[in-house]
């Protein structure tokens, strides 16, 4: 038989009312939080009209006398690939194409001595989401330095979209993102992380995450040496006439 629509209601009610007593029934959170949205501090300030100072970020570019077979760069020597790199800017020393001078040399001589190459075994990940391998490159350099290199297949040659120095202590790759770990000088016991990830407007890898990442407990700091107890003054001798 048909309930009415009141009946119904009452044992839905009378049902709900029950049921708040059963193990497992839902339970309040107490109050909500009220939202509070971002606070712009000092929204007077003028609008920046200089232009920033440029650090590189940014910056691409062709390799020169480099060819990719079909396009993969697993075929390509990445010896080869900073050799061209360091023949096209000899005398650079510091931005995206610079080297230190006997990190050049020691590369030019990576044939002859190959246990003194400086280039690292090379790394293969598509980082830009077009379904083909970038080259990923390491270089090792002076004062605990390393230089990491990233080449995009493009047009037949290689295209490099990644440039940076620094004394990393670690490198993951984490999907389609690179992420350097670095020492931090000024902080015993932190290191800095930094995400390089593919922007398609710059065509290029872009530092877009950064942080500071406890690793290990600071070094204790010494304990203070007691201070060290005087000398008693030793009795003078006593003299007769």
Known sequence: MLLPG?????????ALLSGCDDAGGL???GPTPTAVGPVRL???????????Y???????????????????VHRVDPV??????????PEEYS?????????ATAIRECARSPRRCPVMAPY????????????????RMPEQQTGLRVYMPEKGGLTRIMSTVDQVVGVQLAGRDLVVRVVSAGIPGYEYRTAWSWDGRQRTLLPTRDEIVRVKPAPPEPSPSPPSASPSPSPSPSGGA
Not at 42 to 52: K, L
Not at 54 to 72: F, H, L, M, T
Not at 95 to 103: L, R
Not at 124 to 139: H, K, N
Request: net charge negative; no cysteine.
């Open 6 to 14: 009141t009946a119904v209601a009452a044992l839905l009610g009378s």
């Open 124 to 139: 293969y990940r598509d980082l830009t989401g077009d379904g083909e391998d970038e080259l990923i490159v390491g270089i």
């Open 95 to 103: 931005g995206p194409d610079g080297m230190y001078a006997e990190t």
């Open 42 to 52: 000092w929204p007077d300030m003028p609008p920046v009209t200089a232009p920033p």
């Open 27 to 29: 339970e309040s959170a």
């Open 54 to 72: 440029d650090y590189g970020e940014s910056d691409s570019a062709q390799v020169p006398g480099v060819r990719v077979p079909g396009g993969d």
């Open 80 to 89: 080869a690939v900073v050799q061209a790199e360091v023949a096209a800017h």
